[in-house]
């Protein structure tokens, strides 16, 4: 990520941010003559403790100096999460100054990572590393989303697949929750992964054959591992609830495990193996 187009996201968080509180999240009066929604900058500037010229620059992407314990101001006075905090640091120190390596460009699952996702017949799993592909599924996945087999190795990357595949978009009843969900954890990786350029010519080109995509990006919050029930109208068993859990992998490639355990009191797991029973 080149100094400009980390700035740039920098101005684009603080403002995206800054505009979802309200005066009286923070103890201030709600006021009047507000054209926009959320705190003012000079508000901002003063629940951190640092001058409204300073907090201007810092959000207008300006290449200032910027000191932890201030940046951690900032980030308190906009009620920031832990995941939310890490992408503003981030985004607002140099890369080298504790970044990660860039992410590679082939991933290995172990044999026995390749058992582990076997033998959870009766919850479909994908294996992703931190650009989103799609490096390892099992049989249940198949069946619940698509059958990756069939998908050219290039495009199994679940950004993509989630704005350009229909079966994707008909399959959650809340297709928007459910792509703003992966967005946000795609976010903390593009924040984590500064070095790698892949990143910003991914999104410029989402951004620019997807409407959809640039709107819920904008939109989009911080989350390293979203926990969240999801609702699912499968074509051939109906409704379908599956909790996502989220476990990294141990190991170089930073490897992600997305689990959908099928949702307590439900017929989820009945409908799911009468699907693999019968192979449909």
Known sequence: MSTQVRLQALSAFLKAQRAKISPEEVGLPAGTRRRTPGLRREEVAHLAGVS?????????????????SVLDNVASALKLTADERKYLFSLAFEAGKGSSLPVRETAQ?????????RDLRSCPVIISDPRCHIVGWNEAASHIF????????????????????????RLAVNWEQFASDYLSMFRSYYGQYVDDGWYDLFLEEM????????????????????????????????????????LQVQGDDDL?????????????????????????
Not at 109 to 117: E, N, T, V
Not at 209 to 229: I, T, Y
């Open 207 to 246: 951004k620019q054959q997807h409407p959809d995509f640039n709107r819920l990006w904008e939109q989009s919050k911080v989350s390293s591992a979203p926990d969240v029930l999801l609702e699912f109208r499968h074509a051939k068993a109906g409704k379908m609830m599956f909790q996502l859990t989220s």
């Open 256 to 280: 992600r495990c997305s689990v959908y355990t099928p949702a307590q009191h439900t017929n989820t797991e009945a409908k799911l193996m009468k699907l693999m029973s019968r192979g449909l």
């Open 52 to 68: 409204t010229t300073w907090y201007t620059w810092l959000e207008q992407g300006r290449d200032i100096q910027v000191s932890a």
């Open 109 to 117: 699952i172990s044999p026995s990572l390749q058992k582990i996702i």
């Open 146 to 169: 698509l059958n990756f087999d069939e998908i050219p190795p290039e495009e199994r990357n679940l950004i993509w697949l989630l704005f350009t595949r229909r079966e994707f978009q």
